[in-house]
T-cell receptor, first 111, second 111 residues
Framework: EAGVTQSPTHLIKTRGQQATLRCSPI?????VYWYQQALGLGLQFLLW???????NRGNFPPRFSGRQFPNYSSELNVNALELEDSALYLC??????????FGSGTRLTVV | TQLLEQSPQFLSIQEGENLTVYCNSS?????LQWYRQEPGEGPVLLVT?????EVKKLKRLTFQFGDARKDSSLHITAAQPGDTGLYLC???????????FGQGTTLQVKP
């Protein structure tokens, strides 16, 4: 069984640009979660999508947004990039909330 | 605001020693999950505990959920160099899709 796949693995952007990160969940999982893991801040909840709808979002500004497609894959968009957006962005999927399977993440660097 | 305090933050021990990592909160969680993360990878789920007082064993790892479901511990017996990594606890509360993560414990086991 294929795990959660994320692309790209690394992304370098300039301040003010937009970044798009992609995630494919495990087959059969309808929920996708996005987390930010910044140095020294631990994992912070960003967004939860289920059945194509945004179900919950964490304490992040509106320039962090995303969507879930009919095949349950998901996209995270970060607009007007700031230096402090540099982090590892992790996507996870689950069929229940009891245990997540995480992807390997996208390392976003804003210069 | 729900918080999970994890201790210790860093632990460096010799092969064969025992250790315990603690995860404490003033909030009640519906479930508590433990993950292990290697550099450059996403966290990997080790165990989920749901019932207050529950104890689960995974080879040399023993996980316990506090009676009041506010705290948890991870005990490793006879640590091995392969146990080296970042250990994270994460609490789930209700149907929010959000996990609250502790700051993590970086464990180094020297041969």
């Amino acid at each position: 069984e294929a795990g959660v796949t994320q692309s790209p693995t690394h992304l370098i952007k300039t301040r003010g640009q937009q970044a798009t990160l992609r995630c494919s969940p495990i087959s059969g999982h309808t929920s996708v979660y996005w987390y930010q893991q910044a140095l020294g801040l631990g994992l912070q909840f960003l967004l939860w999508y289920d059945e194509g709808e945004e179900r919950n979002r964490g304490n992040f500004p509106p320039r962090f947004s995303g969507r879930q497609f009919p095949n349950y894959s998901s996209e995270l968009n970060v607009n007007a990039l700031e230096l402090e957006d540099s982090a590892l962005y992790l996507c996870a999927s689950s069929s229940m909330h009891r245990g997540y399977t995480f992807g390997s993440g996208t390392r976003l660097t804003v210069v | 605001t729900q918080l999970l305090e994890q201790s210790p933050q860093f632990l460096s021990i010799q092969e064969g020693e025992n250790l315990t990592v603690y995860c404490n909160s003033s909030s009640v969680f519906s479930s508590l999950q433990w993950y292990r993360q290697e550099p450059g990878e996403g966290p990997v789920l080790l165990v989920t505990v749901v019932t207050g007082g529950e104890v689960k064993k995974l080879k040399r790892l023993t996980f316990q959920f506090g009676d009041a479901r506010k705290d948890s511990s991870l005990h490793i017996t006879a640590a091995q160099p392969g146990d080296t990594g970042l250990y994270l606890c994460a609490g789930a509360s209700g149907n929010t899709g959000k996990l609250i993560f502790g700051q993590g414990t970086t464990l180094q086991v020297k041969p």
